[in-house]
């Protein structure tokens, strides 16, 4: 069986940058392990797999896998998926997905870059003392305040880019935190000063989901736009997530929403044989 398979890196300037996705166009669903071996294969942090519907719920229905389990919400493969799609019909201005535990997600032209609007996920502030402290021993450092998101998404924030920067937590004690199975590790500070030019700068990590640090996350995104646009005053920020690849986010927050800005380019085009 041959199926066409994109590599696209999402929230990059330029190849080499941002977050790297597969985009997989299937005929069908395969069973759910065949699904985690292909990813498991690809060995990227996500492998986007489309199956297009004609029912006009959505264009494409999407599901993303990641080398060691399905994820809820993913936003880079997201961007990525819809750069394919629309490079691919220059007429559409937008393509949806429809997606099994985020619902209908978006992604539409705007000028040169993409928008990606999806769900807020507002975070709450820890008051667990246990946790706040494993928190820190697990990042390797003091956050100023710990705020959570379900069981799923911890965030650490800091004075400064500066701290960020130098984090190096400990996938183990990362993983023992035990706040879900599928726990992202955030850490986020104002971008003031920081050579990137943002005005928040952010990492993430997921250890538990066989990724280790994730090099544009858009789900972290959801999470901490909600906290950062109440804290600046205003609806939008620049954001940009400082890990080895680096990229740049536009943030703002409609409502419910999230909307993330960002370009795409794709860097391999060819055919998985299975």
């Given at each position: 069986m041959r199926i066409p398979f994109h590599q696209i890196d999402a929230f990059a300037d330029r190849a080499f940058t941002g977050n790297?996705?597969?985009?997989?166009?299937?005929?069908?669903?395969?069973?759910?392990?065949?699904?985690?071996?292909?990813?498991?294969e690809n060995n990227l942090a996500e492998t986007a797999y489309l199956v297009a519907r004609t029912d006009g719920v959505a264009d494409y229905d999407l599901r993303w896998?990641?080398?060691?389990?399905?994820?809820?919400?993913?936003?880079?493969?997201?961007?990525?998926?819809g750069a394919w799609a629309l490079a691919?019909?220059?007429?559409?201005?937008?393509?949806?997905?429809?997606?099994?535990?985020?619902?209908?997600l978006t992604v539409a032209r705007d000028g040169e870059r993409l928008?990606?609007?999806?769900?807020?996920?507002?975070?709450?502030?820890?008051?667990?003392?246990?946790?706040?402290?494993?928190?820190?021993?697990?990042?390797?450092?003091?956050?100023?305040?710990?705020?959570?998101?379900g069981d799923d998404y911890l965030v650490a924030v800091f004075a400064d880019a500066t701290a960020i920067r130098?984090?190096?937590?400990?996938?183990?004690?990362?993983?023992?935190?035990?706040?879900?199975?599928?726990?992202?590790?955030?850490?986020?500070?104002?971008?003031?000063?920081d050579a990137s030019g943002a005005d928040v700068v952010s990492r993430?990590?997921?250890?538990?989901?066989?990724?280790?640090?994730?090099?544009?996350?858009?789900?972290?995104?959801?999470?901490?736009?909600?906290?950062?646009?109440?804290?600046?005053?205003?609806?939008?920020?620049?954001?940009?997530?400082?890990?080895?690849?680096?990229?740049h986010v536009a943030c703002r927050v409609d409502g419910d929403r999230v909307v993330l800005g960002g370009t795409c380019v794709e860097v391999i085009e060819g055919v998985f044989l299975l």
């Amino acid at each position: 069986m041959r199926i066409p398979f994109h590599q696209i890196d999402a929230f990059a300037d330029r190849a080499f940058t941002g977050n790297p996705a597969a985009v997989m166009i299937l005929d069908g669903w395969f069973d759910d392990a065949t699904l985690l071996a292909i990813a498991a294969e690809n060995n990227l942090a996500e492998t986007a797999y489309l199956v297009a519907r004609t029912d006009g719920v959505a264009d494409y229905d999407l599901r993303w896998f990641a080398p060691a389990c399905e994820i809820a919400l993913c936003g880079h493969a997201t961007l990525a998926s819809g750069a394919w799609a629309l490079a691919r019909n220059r007429s559409l201005d937008h393509v949806t997905f429809a997606t099994r535990k985020a619902g209908v997600l978006t992604v539409a032209r705007d000028g040169e870059r993409l928008t990606l609007d999806l769900p807020a996920r507002p975070p709450r502030p820890v008051t667990d003392a246990g946790l706040i402290t494993a928190t820190a021993a697990a990042i390797g450092a003091t956050p100023d305040e710990v705020l959570m998101h379900g069981d799923d998404y911890l965030v650490a924030v800091f004075a400064d880019a500066t701290a960020i920067r130098a984090l190096r937590p400990d996938g183990a004690a990362v993983t023992a935190l035990d706040t879900g199975p599928d726990l992202l590790l955030i850490a986020t500070a104002p971008g003031a000063g920081d050579a990137s030019g943002a005005d928040v700068v952010s990492r993430a990590w997921a250890f538990a989901a066989g990724i280790g640090e994730d090099s544009v996350t858009g789900s972290a995104h959801c999470v901490i736009a909600p906290y950062w646009v109440d804290r600046l005053g205003r609806t939008g920020f620049a954001a940009y997530q400082a890990s080895a690849r680096g990229g740049h986010v536009a943030c703002r927050v409609d409502g419910d929403r999230v909307v993330l800005g960002g370009t795409c380019v794709e860097v391999i085009e060819g055919v998985f044989l299975l």
